[in-house]
């Protein structure tokens, strides 16, 4: 139904047609009307109701009308650049496509609204830097303190290796990572407090009810020392 309301103390009708038809009279075309009439509302989300659009209103002077050109509005998914190499060198790296969602004229649109379409199909991820890696240090993990209580050394193993394109690893002689600065190979560290006996003085056992000389006792006390690093 045309819509009504009063303007400037006249009734004012207005109607919205599409490709000439009221849009009442329009199957399947969803819509709405917002401020009282005025305004119309609707999604276009298929070819079929993509066209020329008019509102038309009565006016106590001559009646007005707007057309308004609307088309369905498509996006699909672009491939966008490769992310940044995982790695710089030895074949171990990965990198993957990013995809962008954009309209018609090219231009970057929310991402969902290609959630309904296809992906162009690309090889993720795919391997890069296939190149060999220059020597460096590799370490093993940190032993066990040495010692158990008091002062120890933590050790670990130093030795030069190198990554090559096909993914092997080769053990080299220290001097091909002698331009760089060699890791620690071992550490001091200090173990649990360690427990001895010390020997305190004789004591004394009086019997006060026998009235004899005292006894010698002998007293034997451990005394934990902490063992500082110096």
Not at 42 to 53: L, P
Not at 111 to 134: F, G, M, R, T, W
Not at 147 to 160: D, Q
Request: with cysteine; aromatic share 10%; charged share 20%.
């Amino acid at each position: 139904m045309p819509s009504s309301f009063f303007g400037q103390g006249h009734l004012r009708i207005i109607e919205f047609f599409i490709l000439n038809q009221p849009v009442e009279e329009t199957s399947g075309f969803r819509h709405k009307t917002l401020v009282g009439g005025r305004i119309l509302e609707f999604i276009v989300a298929s070819d079929q109701f993509a066209g020329q659009y008019k509102c038309w209103a009565s006016s106590h002077i001559k009646p007005l009308s707007v057309w308004v050109n609307v088309q369905k509005e498509e996006y699909h998914w672009k491939l966008a650049e490769q992310s940044p190499c995982s790695t710089a060198c030895g074949n171990l790296g990965t990198r993957f496509w990013k995809f962008l969602c954009v309209n018609t004229k090219d231009q970057n649109v929310n991402a969902s609204l290609c959630k309904d379409h296809q992906k162009p199909v690309v090889n993720n991820p795919q391997s890069c830097e296939i190149q060999d890696c220059p020597a460096r240090w590799a370490t093993t993990a940190w032993s066990e303190c040495s010692a158990s209580c008091g002062h120890g050394f933590h050790r670990r193993r130093i030795t030069c290796k190198q990554v090559k394109a096909n993914r092997r690893v080769l053990t080299l002689p220290p001097g091909a990572c002698a331009d760089q600065e060699r890791p620690l190979e071992i550490k001091p560290c200090v173990g649990r407090f360690c427990a001895e006996w010390m020997v305190h003085p004789w004591g004394q056992v009086i019997n006060s009810m026998m009235n004899e000389s005292p006894l010698p006792l002998a007293v034997h006390q451990p005394l934990l020392r902490s063992l500082k690093t110096a």
